[in-house]
């Protein structure tokens, strides 16, 4: 069981998938389920404005007066929410209105027996690693947290980069080719694996440095603990830092990126159930015969 636990549950605030206005109904029915169980569900305002619903509460708002955040959606909704709501470290549902997703994982056909079992307190919580970093340009910062990733790549597909890497201010490694993915263990399946990265366990703290078409084929992924802090430039090139395929800076000659692990991990709910390893065979197809 997870050493987390909800200190109530009387309010859930809820984000809806981006530019899908035929949500609403799908919401409406949970929203009444919510209700059904004496939990008061508040949306927010730019959810509500795109099924026109004129309930929408600022998100701040909503965030602060949640007990747990709720999202409707697939990864990428979760992944916004995640982030956006982090500094509250409110408790975040996943409802997945799509295909099977690593991160939302109750299905739309779940949403009943699992309040069920939220309310008898059968449920889990479980602390995922977040990454906090910023861009130094001069005397300026900009900050951000990521979930699954920061990727480092080139701003145009005919320009090979060289991406400077530093451990503890101590240069690491040059890595010249397409870029660099720097991954926690939630998004070693994401772009990480695709890149050729390894698959790691979700609830482990690690960085994973995965070169993405090295030129070198000395170049391999790279796991390490995840209170190391990491830094990266590029004194000749123009790069573009991506954050959970979100959010882009782009990164000029004399900018430095450094990215640690977050003190306080993201808080996701998950039936008590849930299998990681039954999912990966899910998703990746593991075990089926080609």
């Known amino acids: 069981m997870s050493k987390h636990r909800l200190e109530r549950l009387k309010t859930a605030g809820f984000i809806l998938k981006p530019e899908t206005p035929s949500i609403k109904g799908v919401y409406q029915d949970i929203k009444q389920k919510f209700r059904d169980r004496d939990i008061e569900v508040l949306l927010a305002d730019k959810s509500a404005d795109m099924i026109s619903d004129n309930s929408g509460i600022n998100f701040e708002q909503m965030c602060q007066k949640s007990d747990i955040l709720v999202s409707l959606g697939g990864d990428g909704t979760l992944l916004s929410l995640v982030r956006r709501s982090y500094k509250w470290h409110k408790p975040i549902l996943g409802i997945n209105a799509g295909n099977l997703g690593f991160l939302a994982d109750i299905v739309i056909d779940e949403v009943d027996s699992f309040l069920d079992k939220l309310l008898r307190g059968e449920y889990r919580i479980d602390e995922r690693m977040m990454m906090e970093g910023y861009i130094q340009r001069g005397d300026k910062k900009e900050s951000f947290y990521a979930f699954n990733d920061v990727v480092i790549t080139r701003p145009t597909i005919s320009k090979m980069v060289n991406i400077e890497a530093y451990i503890d201010d101590e240069l690491f490694n040059i890595y ?71 959010d882009s800076y782009e990164m000029h000659r004399g900018d430095i990126l450094r990215l640690r692990g977050a003190k306080v991990g993201a808080k996701l709910l998950h039936r008590v159930e849930r299998n990681y390893f039954e999912v990966l065979r899910d998703k990746l197809q593991w075990g089926e015969e080609v």
């Open 176 to 246: 010249r080719g397409d870029g660099l993915i720097l991954s926690t263990p939630t998004g070693s399946t994401a772009y990480n694996l695709a890149a050729g990265g390894p698959v790691v366990y979700p609830l482990t703290d690690a960085f994973i440095m995965t070169p993405i078409c090295a030129h070198s084929l000395t170049q391999r992924p790279l796991l390490m603990p995840a209170d190391f802090e990491i830094g990266i430039s590029s004194p000749k090139d123009t790069v573009v830092a991506m954050i959970d395929g979100q």
